[in-house]
């Protein structure tokens, strides 16, 4: 086929056929005009425009009588279409609230001690939260928990089991005595293959940091699925049996592996019956997801080990 110009631009009109915002402009109907009979040029008079237009716009533009055309009126602009003088003030949520007022140590002396701020518990969700306690130097308390989630929840604590334990610590001791603490690592699908090598480091690092800031504080290392392998690699990173009180397991698929260093009444597994991850499951009823109904029992646990009952 030869291409013509008429049939270059035929076909760039068609390339160029996206789905386009329909739209309807509003009817209107154009005011009728009488022309002036008495003719009218610019005229020579001192008046200017004014005596020029004469009979058509009247007497300069003015209040003359003359006999041209009157401008149509459109009364007032509808409501929907005059601009707005309101200015509305945009708030910035994060300004709104009040800081947490600063207080000293609420619990477990040590280096961060004075003008501290509470951790006010996590920002916990349905699909995952995260608690950073030690990252963000909250005040020393006497209970540190580093919590590594499972894999692919969202967060650095996720939903299924730490959250549970969270809050029923914070209700048994309160609030100021708790800190927790979530591992920020991937936990995605291939961290399953390196056995918690992906989060080891990262908990090692984070449990080693809350001794330094906070020496008198009893830390407790725990996780859930992923995060317990992440819990059995931090022991090969450099954390030993004297840094912590304990540790808390939930589906943890090395359940059958020790931990090393720790004692078997320093480690408390959760294994669900019908918990195929976790292989031998002996305690409680339910599943892998199932984690969230203990705890109460998990916290129980945790108080004793840290020797807070």
């Given amino acids: 086929m030869k291409y013509t110009p008429a ?3 035929l076909l760039a009109g068609l390339s160029d056929a996206r789905p386009r915002p329909q739209f309807s402009l509003p009817s209107f109907s154009m005011p009728s005009l009488s022309l002036p009979t008495g003719g009218f040029g610019l005229g020579s008079s001192s008046s200017g425009l ?31 279409t005059r601009a707005s003088t309101t200015v509305q003030a945009t ?31 996590g920002s916990g969700s349905l699909l995952g939260g995260s608690e950073n306690g030690v990252t963000d130097n909250n ?44 591992v920020d690592y991937p936990a995605d699908a291939a961290g399953n293959a390196n056995l918690g090598a992906s989060g080891g480091p990262e908990m090692a690092q984070l449990v ?9 504080s009893k830390i407790i290392v725990s996780g859930y699925s992923q995060g317990a392998m992440v819990v059995h690699n931090a022991f090969s990173q450099g954390v030993s049996a004297s840094d912590v009180a304990g540790a808390v397991m939930f589906g943890d698929p090395l359940k059958t592996q020790s931990i090393d260093g720790l004692g078997a009444d320093q480690v408390k597994e959760f294994c669900a019956t019908a918990d195929s ?13 199932s984690y969230g109904s203990v705890g109460e029992e998990a916290a129980d646990w945790v108080i004793k080990a840290a020797g807070l009952s």
């Avoid at 929840?153 to 730490?162: C, H, K, L, R, Y």
């Avoid at 292989?279 to 997801?289: E, I």
């Fill in 277 to 289: 991850i976790c292989g031998t499951g002996d305690n409680p009823q339910g599943s892998h997801l």
């Fill in 139 to 182: 005040c020393c308390t006497d209970l540190t928990v580093i919590f590594a989630r499972g894999t692919s929840e969202t967060g650095n604590v996720g939903s299924v089991a730490g959250p549970s334990m969270f809050e029923s610590l914070r209700s048994k001791l309160g609030e100021d005595k708790v800190t927790v603490q979530g």
């Fill in 208 to 216: 080693q940091r809350a001794k330094s800031q906070c020496p008198n």
């Fill in 7 to 9: 049939s270059v631009l």
């Fill in 50 to 80: 004014g005596s020029g237009l004469g009979s058509g716009l009247g007497s300069g533009l003015g209040g003359g009588s003359g006999s041209g055309f009157s401008l149509p009126s459109f009364g007032n602009a509808p409501a929907a």
């Fill in 91 to 121: 708030v910035d949520p994060t300004s709104a609230a009040a800081a947490p007022t600063s207080t000293g140590s609420s619990g477990g002396a040590g280096t961060i001690g004075s003008n501290c701020t509470p951790q006010s518990g």
